[in-house]
């Protein structure tokens, strides 16, 4: 299995972003995928993730309202869109997958991780 962010950048509060997470050796059906950040100095935060069997979302209260994941099954690619950005959303985004559904806090759970991609946003 193998998972690869894209996407990342640096912007401008309140400005936006998208990251993809192309997924490889992986059938959706049964799985997980969520998206978890790290900033400087802290620790991983779950932010979002969507079940691959039917759909389903969960959000990080920090970021609901603001980012949407949304799933491809043709692409097989997990998107998550950051609006509104803030300082305080500057971290290293990675994608990770695991059984349905995943426990936005336990980042230990995933069994599969990408290489992360960075997010930046300045004041």
């Known amino acids: 299995v193998q998972l690869a962010e894209s996407g990342g950048g640096s912007v401008q509060t309140g400005e936006s972003l998208r990251l993809s997470c192309a997924v490889r050796?992986?059938?959706?059906?049964?799985?997980?995928i969520g998206w978890f950040r790290r900033a400087p100095g802290k620790e991983y935060e779950g932010v979002s993730c969507i079940s691959g069997s039917d759909g389903s979302t969960r959000y990080s209260d920090s970021v609901k309202g603001r980012f949407t994941i949304s799933l491809d099954n043709v692409k097989k690619t997990v998107y998550l869109q950051l609006n509104s950005l803030k300082p305080e959303d500057t971290a290293v985004y990675y994608c990770?997958?695991?059984?349905?559904?995943?426990?936005?806090?336990?980042?230990?759970?995933?069994?599969?991780w990408g290489q992360g991609a960075q997010v930046t946003v300045s004041s």
């Open positions: 990770a997958a695991g059984a349905d559904p995943l426990d936005l806090s336990r980042p230990a759970d995933p069994w599969w």
């Open positions: 050796g992986l059938s959706f059906d049964g799985y997980s």
